[in-house]
């Protein structure tokens, strides 16, 4: 995210004024009216990111698999909290510095981030497979289903750094108000993670590895985007 375009919408405030700016309740209605069909489709998108996978192995693969996915979800969940508070903290930063029009504060406050980030991405990587065998094996599972948790969750694992990385870049869109930039990234990663389940499930025959192979790969697509922009 280039420090221009923060310039930018510190500049357009400037210049056109407080008034526009003023926090009263018709702003608050027009910003709530003019978020929220995006953010709709963007809860809709995640859901279906969130639920494809149970969709998709239950009914190609079996039941075993729907119960595998099952039971990694509480788990990706856990290692991506730090993916949230990294995520909150940088955001935090950014929103205070934009409020405050320290525009000079925000390009050594970048470079901070992506340092953080990086950092992050790295721990995330380093710990998430311990971290995962621990709560796996607290499930006390048959070595079968053991089995299949794991060939789901591998792939979920590997995309968790970018997940990071992805999740910081959402929330510094979210501070510039691109919602409907965040609608896209949220519908193509959810799109992607379908076709590539149906594909490495149904087609490729990879069983339940391919669903989570398939949300690794539409995590990185959509890090990919989110980095680019």
Known sequence: MSIGKYKKINEAAASEGLEQFRRDDSLIHHKLLSYLPFM????????L????DGVVVGNLVGSDALSAVSIFSPI??????????????????????????????????KKAARTI???????????????????IRSYHLTPEMQTMVWQYGIGILISMPFGLVSTVCVYELMILGKSKVLTVLALTEGCVNLVLDLLFVGVFRMGIAGAGYGTAVANIVRCTISVIY
């Open 40 to 47: 709709i489709a963007t809860n809709l998108a995640t859901l």
């Open 117 to 135: 980030m990086i950092i992050s991405a790295l721990l995330v990587a380093v710990i998430e497979f311990p971290v995962a065998a621990i709560l």
């Open 76 to 109: 990706s969940l856990v290692i991506s909290i730090v993916s949230t508070c990294v995520s909150t903290g940088i955001s935090t930063a950014f929103s205070t510095s934009m409020g405050d029009n320290r525009i000079e504060d925000l390009a050594p406050l």
């Open 49 to 52: 990111l969130s639920t494809v």
